[in-house]
Nanobody, 122 residues
Framework: HVQLAESGGGLVQPGGSLRLSCAASGQIFTLYRMGWYRQAPGKQREMVAL????????TYADSVKGRFTVSRDVAENTWFLQLNRLKPRDTAVYFCNAFISIILGDNGMDYWGKGTLVNVSS
């Protein structure tokens, strides 16, 4: 059983910064991809940033390029989202996500955290 747990959300003023963390625990054979999604009130969940563990490549939503950075702790099943130059439109619940196989030969599946609220307001 795999669990993802986020931390680091909160209230921040426009232009400020936050760092979100996500820790994966449980039976993990291979962690193929890790990342972050967000869902603003009344909107659909959208991809924010992804990191592919095979080659370390990353991809970002256009709206956050140059402001957000996804990274990982190689020694631990932990990854981060650094949010800089935050804007009110970044206000959303942020969910960590990972594509994980739990045993050899398992095709893998997506796992989700419960979400952490980032509120950008003056």
């Amino acid at each position: 059983h795999v669990q993802l747990a986020e931390s680091g959300g909160g209230l921040v003023q426009p232009g400020g910064s936050l760092r979100l963390s996500c820790a994966a625990s449980g039976q993990i054979f291979t962690l193929y991809r890790m990342g972050w999604y967000r869902q603003a009130p009344g909107k659909q969940r959208e991809m924010v940033a992804l990191l592919f563990t095979r080659d370390g490549s990353t991809t970002y939503a256009d709206s956050v390029k140059g402001r957000f950075t996804v990274s990982r702790d190689v020694a631990e099943n932990t990854w981060f989202l650094q949010l800089n130059r935050l804007k009110p439109r970044d206000t959303a619940v942020y969910f960590c996500n990972a594509f994980i196989s739990i045993i050899l030969g398992d095709n893998g599946m997506d796992y989700w955290g419960k979400g952490t609220l980032v509120n950008v307001s003056s």
